[in-house]
């Protein structure tokens, strides 16, 4: 069992194995079915295609560690809160300088 674990793993292990070893009996019964052996080439791993394919040659560790470094985590970067007012802003011209038409669109909208 592992150090810091309180449950024996290896009773663990044998499960597994016992159930692989059922899907391989399983598997070697249904050898002749049709069927089951064109199921089985829909769950075969297929290469990547297109810009996908780039990642390929990248393991597990350096995709989770890529991923890590830029990801955002929203709880981090939301820092706070105010009610909505329910209405808009009023239009104010501060140090904008427009032409007067467009200032006079806006105020139509």
């Known amino acids: ?4 674990s309180h449950r ?8 597994i194995i016992m159930q692989n070893q059922k899907l391989d009996d399983l598997l070697s019964d ?3 079915n049709l ?9 075969r791993p297929r290469p990547s ?3 996908l394919s780039a990642y390929d040659e990248f393991n597990f560790d350096e995709m989770h560690r ?3 470094s830029f ?13 909505f007012p329910g209405e808009m802003m009023k239009l104010t011209r501060l140090k904008v300088n427009l ?3 467009i200032c006079d669109h806006l105020e139509l909208i």
Do not use: A, C, H
């Not at 069927?35 to 769950?43: D, I, N």
């Open 1 to 4: 069992s592992y150090p810091n």
């Open 8 to 15: 024996q793993i290896e009773s663990e292990l044998l499960r």
């Open 30 to 32: 249904q050898s002749d």
């Open 35 to 43: 069927r089951l052996q064109e199921g089985l080439k829909l769950l």
């Open 49 to 51: 295609v297109g810009s």
């Open 66 to 68: 890529f991923m890590r």
């Open 71 to 83: 990801r955002l985590d929203v709880d981090e970067t939301i820092t706070g809160k105010e009610p």
């Open 99 to 101: 032409p007067e038409e």
